[in-house]
């Protein structure tokens, strides 16, 4: 079975903390991407990463930075978090033109 | 910019009460269209990848097709179980193609 894991389901940070959200997938997939998801706004990309140390941002990148230093790996990174940040936090990957196969989401909160 | 709008945003239906939901999407330059299913506090569930005008994918009582400008994901006499919240999305086939962009869902509700 395919799998992304995603290291914590639930995180209560305060603000100005930083925050590191890990993601894993086992499938040797070249891309990944980290989307967050509220409602109303639906699934937003922060960013994503097609090879190791590569990066592109996404629609919404302010307050977030990503690293890849592994192709099983990719961390987001809010450096100081705030409450407007509090949100679903999806990792995901690919092969280039597949299906994007998703983690269970990290739901974070920021008090 | 690219565009992809769900309707309904949300669905009541009863149990065997077939319906559609619609996917539409700005034309130009469609890789391919997406289909997931996404459970309350879960990561989206793939579902289907259309490429084509008129192509169709069937699993269960879901079939999805596409047409040149929206694409449709019929339920045949749902069941309870069927109740998620579908979305689709879209890849484009140049610029930056590595990424899907996602409509905002429709929350389908199938009532025993």
């Known amino acids: ?111 | 910019e690219d565009q992809v709008t769900q309707s309904p945003e949300a669905l009541r239906l009863q149990e065997g009460e077939s319906s559609s939901l619609n996917c539409s999407y700005t034309v130009s330059g469609l890789r391919g269209l997406f289909w997931y299913r996404q459970d309350p506090g879960k990561g989206p569930e793939f579902l289907f990848t259309l490429y084509s005008a008129g192509e169709e994918k069937e699993k269960e009582r879901l079939k999805a097709t596409l047409t040149k400008k929206e694409s449709f994901l019929h339920i045949t006499a749902p069941k309870p179980e069927d109740s998620a919240t579908y979305l689709c999305a879209r890849e484009n086939s140049g610029g930056s193609n590595y990424k899907l962009t996602f409509g905002k869902g429709t929350l389908l509700t199938v009532n025993p």
């Open chain 1, 1 to 111: 079975d395919v799998k992304v894991t995603q290291s914590s389901r639930y995180l209560v940070k305060r603000t100005g903390e930083k925050v590191f959200l890990e993601c894993v997938q086992d499938m040797d997939h070249e891309n990944m991407f980290w989307y967050r998801q509220d409602p109303g706004l639906g699934l937003r990309l922060i960013y994503f990463s097609y090879d190791v140390k590569m990066k592109e941002k996404g629609d919404i990148p302010e307050g977030y930075s990503v690293s890849r230093e592994k192709k099983e790996r990719f961390s987001l990174i809010l450096e100081s978090a705030s409450t407007n940040q509090t949100s679903m936090y999806l990792c995901a990957s690919r092969v280039l033109h597949r299906e994007l196969f998703f983690g269970e989401g990290s739901r974070l909160t920021v008090l």
